[in-house]
């Protein structure tokens, strides 16, 4: 069977490209970068290119690219580093209810630590609201962390405002651009971003491999002790494959994202269209315009996101639904939640999120047999049929949590 591949927000395969380039890197080209023969040499000449290429991807200088394991450890140090650096200044952190769990659980254990912690609520498109963030500030805050674009959901966050904001009341300002980097442009400066989070596996390089971009002058602090690795803030022998397939994957980026983003925008907006055609009470989710250019999530009312997912993938097709199926449970997405939805409509939820290799062909296919799986699922549910007219009702009995 063919196997369709719709989960690009949770990882992308490694561009062939640069796994050739990596394998060369584990292979012949293997020095410690530390070292100071010929091999070492070899490796930290690479190692300084990769790092060229991302700060080019982000409009930042090279000395402000730091290399990590990827976007948890990014931000980790991102908020840990600068709250503990920053203690004296003062103690209060600002994000939002629909981070990325790196920031939301990175956050909860600040607050076991003597910081306080507002979680802004958004809006029903998963937009941060400027008033609320205006509101939020006090004298004791030091950081605001506002993720660039939404894993689920795909809503792209007002930015520059909020750069713009923390740059006139001096506060720093972190963004977790996981799920933008590669698909969106990112000018660091312009949009006065102080730090900001990257994961190659999210944009075809490799996993376990990121980048944390600081500007120049803000105030961090190392949150994992060791050698002098760069530059004194993240010990631990350089990841050399993966930090020279990371700057060729920036390199492949930069140069073909425009090209790449009208052409995965031209697919998404045929599925969302069709599916809005073809199936009726459906729910886009996300804002319908400001969203990443692969991003489609959809509630189907009255049948769950997991029974879908499954039937997808009994067709070939790997997506994803809103509900975390871990430890056990089947929690609605956070983000669902914060966005108002009921526990129902977000169990409804699918998230299908498309790449460079997906296909007319793929989508076509998609769109094919979606319809009969919901209507399937549909006739199956006692929520669905002389109930279609029935507004959802809470509490709903799939949550085991509450
Ligand atoms: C994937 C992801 C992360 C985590 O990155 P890893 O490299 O997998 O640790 C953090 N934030 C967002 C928004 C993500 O999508």
Known sequence: MKRIYFDHSATTPVDREVAELMLEYMTDKFGNPSSVHAFGRETRKAVEEAREKVAALINATPNEIFFTSGGTEGDNLALKGVAFANRKKGNHIITTAIEHHAILHTCEYLEKHGFTVTYLPVDENAMLRMEDLKNAITDQTILISVMFANNEVGTIQPIKEIGQLAKEKGIYFHTDAVQAVGSCPIDVKELNIDLLSMSGHKFYASKGVG????????????????????????????????????????????????????????????????????????????????????????????????????????????????????????????????????????????????????????????????????????????????????????????????
Do not use: W
Not at 338 to 359: C, D, I, K, P, Y
């Open 211 to 402: 980048a944390l971009y600081i500007r120049r002058g803000v105030k961090i602090e190392e949150i994992q002790h060791g050698g002098g690795h760069e530059r004194n803030l993240r010990a631990g022998t350089e990841n050399v494959p993966g930090i020279v397939g990371l700057g060729k994957a920036a390199e492949i980026a930069k140069r073909d994202m425009e090209k790449k983003n009208a052409y995965i925008k031209g697919l998404r907006d045929k599925v969302i269209a069709t599916i809005m055609e073809k199936i009726p009470h459906v729910k886009l989710n996300g804002h319908p315009d400001l969203r990443l250019p692969g991003n489609v999530n959809f509630s189907f009312l009255y049948i769950e996101g997991e029974s879908l997912l499954l039937n997808l993938d009994m067709k070939g097709i790997a997506a994803s639904s809103g509900s975390a199926c871990t430890s056990g449970s089947l929690d609605p997405s956070h983000v669902l939640l914060a966005m108002g939805l009921t526990h129902e409509v977000a169990h409804g939820s699918l998230r299908v999120t498309l790449g460079r290799g997906n296909t007319e062909e793929d989508i076509n296919y998609f769109l094919e047999i979606l319809p009969e799986i919901v209507e399937k699922l549909r006739s199956m549910s006692p929520l669905y049929g002389s109930a279609a007219e029935l507004k959802p009702s809470n509490p709903c009995s799939s949550c085991h949590h509450h």
